[in-house]
């Protein structure tokens, strides 16, 4: 099994996602948010690239089956329902609902990984859960952190190198890790105690303490706040344990 | 001041070089090759990219006026005077010698960067003067690993945190770190007692190893063996002292 880390979000070599599990990271915020929403209760997310693609795509939606979520300079969009702070995600307000997603690199991320073979959902809030599933899955792994605008992120990578931490621990078989995945653990090591810490240092946990949303720091530095993994297939962010029911239904059909 | 360091090879975007210092380095071997070679009193350095062309360079100039030198694979090239271990450029082989040099990472890396302003040849033999120079051009920095066949570089990496720990403590105003140069930063402190170990620990470290050359891992870990800054401009690397005395005759002609 080889773990490798991506430290800047440029669409990866065919070689290095074919077959691979990928977990896409985007600690502030998008992917804590999907997280976050799915945990409570939404029904499924689809993440796109343009403002313009998630309103079209909401136009042929029932209004009271769809969210329309998402950030432009960490900002909710003005026609949208809900911002990008995965606190605004509660039940009330997504519960059995569709999702319809645009921030600036994390909904992005999925598109560029998208011929992985398992795309999973990786945020602080459901790391535990996102190992004990790669270590199932047992395949070579490759760990996206979404960035910060098109750059290295101090937080995603620190997310990133917890997963790699937590797998080696728990894995009875060697693992082979590149450069890149030893150096997101050193680092990752080195906030252990204060992952909080990571956030203010970084360059977009900065800019969101200058956005008013300090708050969201805190929020999304809590680890392991639950179990589920959503995965993201044909365009579609679903909780695994709803697309394992979805393939049994396929296959009752048969 | 701005210090940014570049994770990972790939052409740096205009912004990113425009009027910039940029630091080059390859330290397994090319940029220690450089340093070492003009140290021991090379006149000047062509890096280039393909063998062909350093045959060619080679063919039109007096035999005894050049070195060829490079490798494929960590090896000697079979037609080239000298492979790529930095303990073979030594005064007897190189003294007032053109080297016209191809390898892997490092010399690609000098075309990749080569509209930046001032374009430094950094390794851990000249690490200090390194510092010193870029404190004295006061100017925002560009750090730029020349990768393990186009990914990240534990140990090029390491030299480059080692920079921005040398630039950080010396600077009396405030220098802006990216999350790349934290990162950087805090994965020299980790290796800062034992640099070896992370020679070692890494990809490239291994391979050398496994092609017998594992002399040269300590031989290229020695910090400041020289105050020696190599500066590449306009195709060729030149001493920044060979070059201002240029700049002087340049002038008096004038």
């Given at each position: 099994m080889e773990v490798d880390i991506q430290f800047v979000p440029f669409p990866p070599n065919l070689h290095l996602l074919s077959g691979r599990v990928v977990v896409v990271i985007d600690v502030l915020r998008a992917t804590s948010v999907m997280v976050h929403a799915m945990s409570e209760g939404a029904l499924e997310i689809i993440p796109v690239t343009t403002i313009e693609e998630a309103l079209k795509m909401a136009k042929?939606?029932?209004?009271?089956?769809i969210v329309l979520g998402g950030e432009r300079g960490s900002k909710k969009i003005?026609?949208?329902?809900?911002?990008?702070?995965?606190?605004?995600?509660?039940a009330e307000r997504v519960k059995g609902k569709k999702l319809i997603l645009t921030t600036t690199n994390g909904t992005k991320a999925f598109h560029l990984v998208s011929l992985g073979k398992d795309i999973l959902v990786g945020s602080f809030f459901n790391i535990g859960a996102i190992a004990k599933r790669c270590l199932e899955l047992d395949r070579n792994l490759l760990i996206f952190p979404s960035g910060d605008e098109g750059n290295f992120s101090l937080e995603d990578t620190i997310c990133g190198g917890m997963l790699i931490e937590l797998i080696t621990k728990k894995r009875r078989k060697p693992i082979a890790l590149t450069d890149a995945s030893q150096c997101a653990q050193i680092l990752y090591k080195k906030f252990e105690e204060n992952l909080l810490e990571a956030f203010y240092l970084s360059h977009h946990g900065k800019e969101l303490i200058n956005r008013g949303f300090e708050e969201d720091l805190a929020y999304c530095a809590q680890v392991d706040t639950t179990d589920i993994v959503p995965v993201f297939r044909d365009g579609v962010i679903r909780t695994d344990r709803m697309q394992r029911a979805d393939g049994r239904r396929q296959k009752a059909k048969r």
């Open positions: 042929g939606l029932p209004w009271n089956s003005p026609e949208f329902d809900l911002g990008n702070s995965p606190r605004e995600y509660v």
